[in-house]
């Protein structure tokens, strides 16, 4: 699989299983992914890529990912819960 910085992929096993991220950075077998709230840009969480699915085709940029500040983590959140990609809590 080919997946680049930015990419938005859906989590295919684990306990993340069915939850979307954002990649933050991929090497060889492994991906690190990140959504904002519980995988923050700070800490990452290591995946394999045989466990991630690409799932749109609209990724977030790159540029910010790179950048660093503060604010990504809430960028992050927003630009998954716009693209309706994060489903709402069940109460």
Known sequence: MNLQEGDVVVAT???EKNQI?????TDGKFCYIVDGKR???T???KKSLKHVQKASKIGFDAQKLKSGQENVNAEIRKFLKER???CPKKT
Not at 21 to 25: P, S
């Open 13 to 15: 096993a684990g306990k």
């Open 21 to 25: 991220f954002v990649v933050l950075e």
């Open 39 to 41: 995988l923050k840009m």
């Open 43 to 45: 800490k990452p969480k």
């Open 84 to 86: 309706s990609l994060i």
